[in-house]
């Protein structure tokens, strides 16, 4: 069972639309993290969410960290063929980083 | 500034071999982090070691064992390879106490035949 479950699995869009990923758990975290990862690379850190209820922008993606920092969303408007990647959150503990097992999305131009 | 750099990029072992894979961390980052990124999947945590030293451990069997040396490198080694060893194999590098903030690199992909 995974610590952190993200949904849906895979995501194929048209360019220009919106999308909505998420990232669930039962446990509290002190902060969470959401990755791009390209093929053949490593993880690249978007983001950190600390405080319940916390809602950053980068560009056009938009992060939110639930309430009781037990769930993250990331939302991206009129996404582009770049936003290609799977994307990954991860939560903190026993000072190490645990991930889930990541959203592949494919935008189509 | 270079980042985190892993050597080698690829590498093709057979069952029962043991093989050995490196990781240099970024400037001025002290703690070293390895993962295990099987195909479709998300990275799953391996160890982590800081001033030498195992500080956290993943689910891993002792098969896999690590090092890091006093400029703060390290390897990952796996002994008795088997073929669910297949995997891309990340470091990711920080410091003490900021574990939010992983830099990757961009791992060495393991093929066990």
């Known amino acids: 069972t995974q610590l952190l479950e993200q949904s849906p699995q895979f995501l194929s869009i048209q360019e220009g639309e919106n999308l909505t990923v998420y990232c669930n758990s039962s446990?509290?975290?002190?902060?969470l993290q959401w990755y791009r990862q390209e093929p053949g690379e490593g993880p690249v850190l978007l983001v950190t969410v600390v405080t319940g209820g916390e809602v950053k922008k980068l560009k056009r993606l938009t992060f939110q960290f639930g309430d009781a920092r037990k769930d993250s969303s990331l939302h991206i408007t009129a996404a582009q063929p770049g936003d290609t990647g799977l994307y990954l959150c991860a939560g903190g503990l026993n000072n190490d980083m645990r991930f889930g097992a990541g959203t592949r999305l494919t935008v189509k131009p | 500034d270079a980042g985190v750099t892993q050597s080698p990029t690829h590498l093709i072992k057979t069952r029962g071999q043991q093989v050995t894979l490196r990781c240099s961390p970024k400037s001025g980052h002290d703690t070293v982090s390895w993962y295990q990124q099987a195909l479709g999947q998300g990275p799953q945590f391996i160890f982590q070691?800081?001033?030498?030293?195992?500080?956290q451990r993943g689910n891993f069997p002792d098969r896999f064992s690590g090092h890091q040396f006093p400029n703060y490198s390290s390897e990952l080694n796996v002994n008795a390879l088997l073929l669910g060893d297949s995997a891309l194999y990340l470091c990711?590098?920080?410091?003490?106490?900021?574990?939010?903030?992983?830099?990757f690199g961009s791992g060495t992909q393991l093929s066990v035949l």
């Open positions: 990711a590098s920080s410091l003490l106490g900021y574990n939010e903030k992983l830099f």
């Open positions: 070691y800081y001033e030498e030293e195992e500080r």
């Open positions: 446990s509290v975290f002190s902060s």
